[in-house]
């Protein structure tokens, strides 16, 4: 199984760190059982102001909803025949194929909200009928050969930080299936320095091979806010973006060639540095979600270390002003390599949550400057300190001209401080009561304005239902020459009698909204189960058609997680 961290099951963190849970089962069929301790409590993660802020916005009183205990989880017996236990066990060896209790449903979904809910009341229904790890893309490509000719539907699982139910594992003919666990294919297979190109295996996590190209003084530079748990492999399956690909570029730009392994064969894609034989194959892969096969190794691009980081903080009179400031970099090809533009709300209550005297200093500068309803924009340099100085300083007079005033370092680095908390405050968050979840979607320069209003508003009608008030708080997170992504958060206070309808009706008011309005489907998180229905709208039905014939020629026992990407 994976050296690197777990992540625990009902929420986020290593499940080994004492805060989150202690693991106990293992190998031997033990039944798994896994003792949680209580995620922090809320007055530990949020500010007395900011739990004030969210119980007046929301209507809100906090109140315990912890998760049920792990070991009450309720899971079915494992469908996969003996028979082809065995023929998996033969092929990998016998330690490769877990079908007991802990493995299963450490496997089971991924993190969206409603997987979330989903094990928090104790529902793994969704989780595999055994958890594989092959070792090698020749092994990978048999196990799938096997898989078709058996019947058995086969999940690749990286770090299992899908949030749009990419390994929820649904087969219209109820198959038995398998988790593909790419833990063993973890390590860095070759680094060619003077071509800035890297092979890793798909199982590898961001914090080790950082760790690995730190010593040569390069970087990947890919950081989603997932980072300390998902994959590479999931990065290309998903075609992830991460918090600077404004200026690295999102995980598409960084992958310079793949191999992926198909139940009909091994595909070799990608030709660095750059070709023109035919259309690229490499995007077949990028996205593909495991429905077309599994990405068994990845050659990426790297660049040196930065020597330069400047993060810092600025702020805009209003949301429409703060895009217009950055359309503006965009046209002069000046925008930072991090970029996070946050409306009025999401401003509100960033302020809120950050404590102490430099905090409420912050609060009354921006009130006494009439930008106390303001917009807060962080951005962040990164290179040599040379050309970091000049960036900075042409991009400070843009923003000057489009009104934004500068509110200093702390809050930059305040910011690239916590990039990684979030996901732990939702843990508390949803203990105590809450729905939370996030959706994101891209759109031009014109169209943005009419998404933002759309995606608003219709989280609002929706979840404003039996009286309640959501807080929905967006930033523009990634920016482009020709427009930019737009993520939403929403709380609201939970409906405890039908919390994932509550969600579910929330998300279909939104998605329609935001792809009439213009936007795209996803812009980083893929398609996944969630938003399979709406892939017809983005693509076309030929778009669709073509899709459908490439799996069938690559997979045509469908077995290749046939629950994402293709709708029904
Ligand atoms: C708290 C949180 C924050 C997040 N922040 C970001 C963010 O900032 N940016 C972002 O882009 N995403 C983000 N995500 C979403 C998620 O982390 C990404 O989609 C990530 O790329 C998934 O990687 P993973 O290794 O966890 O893949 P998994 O969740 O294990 O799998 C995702 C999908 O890819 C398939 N897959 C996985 N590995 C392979 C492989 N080797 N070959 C073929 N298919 C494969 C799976 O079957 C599944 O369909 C976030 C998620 C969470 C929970």
Redesign the pocket.
């Known amino acids: 199984m994976p050296e690197q961290p777990e992540l625990t099951i009902q929420g ?1 963190g290593d499940p080994t760190r004492p805060r989150d849970a202690t693991v106990a089962g293992g190998d031997d069929g033990a039944d798994g059982s896994l003792q949680l301790a209580p995620f922090p409590d809320l007055a530990e993660v949020l500010p007395k102001v900011a739990r004030k802020h969210l119980s007046r916005e929301l209507g809100w009183t906090p109140r315990p909803t912890p998760p049920v205990a792990v070991a009450d989880i309720r899971l079915a017996p494992s469908r996969l025949s003996e028979e082809c236990r065995l023929r998996l066990a033969l092929l990998l060896g016998e330690e490769h194929v877990r079908t007991d209790r802990a493995a299963r449903l450490r496997h089971a979904g ?3 909200y409603l997987d979330l809910l989903r094990r928090r009341e104790g529902d793994a229904s969704d989780a595999p009928d055994a958890v594989v790890t092959p070792g090698s893309t020749e092994e990978t490509a048999e196990l799938l050969a096997l898989c078709s000719e058996m019947g058995v539907v086969v ?10 139910g ?2 929820a594992g649904i087969d219209a003919d109820d198959r038995p299936s398998i988790s593909v666990d ?1 833990g063993r294919m973890a390590r860095v297979r070759a680094l060619d320095v003077p071509s800035s190109l890297v092979t890793v295996g ?2 590898m996590r961001g914090p080790a091979l950082e760790a690995h190209l730190e010593r040569h003084d390069l970087t990947l530079g890919h950081l ?3 980072w300390e ?15 600077a690909s404004t200026g690295v570029g999102r ?1 598409d730009d960084l992958v310079a060639g793949v191999t ?1 392994a198909t139940p009909s064969g091994v595909l070799e894609l990608g030709h660095p540095p750059a070709s023109a034989a035919g259309p690229d194959l490499l995007g077949l892969a990028l996205g ?4 077309l ?4 190794e990845l050659r990426l691009r790297v660049r040196p270390k930065p020597r330069a980081l400047e993060y810092e903080g600025w702020s805009f009179r209003s949301w429409a002003a703060g895009l217009a400031g950055l359309q503006r970099l965009a046209r002069h090809d000046l925008l930072p390599d991090v970029v996070r533009l946050s409306d009025p709300d999401e401003t509100r209550a960033n302020l809120l949550m950050a404590s102490g005297p430099g905090a409420r200093a912050l609060r009354a500068s921006l009130r006494g400057r009439r930008h106390g309803q303001g917009c807060l924009l962080v951005v962040g340099w990164e290179g040599l300190p040379t050309l970091v100085r000049a960036r900075m300083r042409a991009a400070a007079s843009v923003l000057r001209d489009g009104g934004a005033i500068r509110v200093g370092r702390r809050v930059g680095e305040s910011w690239r401080k916590h990039r990684f908390a ?2 732990y405050t ?1 843990d508390s968050l949803l203990d105590a009561g809450l729905l939370v979840e996030t959706l994101e979607t891209a759109a031009t320069w014109t169209a943005l304005p009419a998404v933002y209003d759309a995606v608003r508003k219709a989280l609002r009608e929706s979840l404003g239902r039996g009286g309640r008030t959501p807080l929905v708080m967006s930033h523009v ?1 990634h920016g482009y020459a020709t427009g930019a992504s737009l993520y939403v958060t929403v709380l609201a206070d939970r409906d405890d009698a039908l919390p994932i309808q509550q969600w579910l009706s929330a998300k279909r008011a939104a998605t329609d909204a935001l792809v009439a309005a213009g936007g795209t489907l996803t812009h ?3 398609v ?1 189960a969630d938003h399979r229905p709406w892939l017809e709208r983005e693509i076309g039905p030929l778009g669709v058609e073509v899709l459908r014939a490439v799996k069938e020629r690559l997979d045509p026992r469908g077995i290749c ?1 046939p629950g ?1 990407l293709l709708p029904d």
Not at 234 to 243: D, E, L, P, V, W
Not at 293 to 296: H, L, Q, S, V, Y
């Open positions: 986020w991924g993190k969206s999940v690749p699982f990286g770090g299992g930080t899908s949030v749009v990419g390994l790419m798909p199982g989603p806010q997932s748990f998902a994959t590479l492999g999931g990065y290309a399956a998903t075609r992830s973006a991460g918090q995980f992926m593909s979600e495991g429905a096969g599994i990405i068994t979030a996901p939702r997170s980083h998180h893929a996944g997680n994402v």
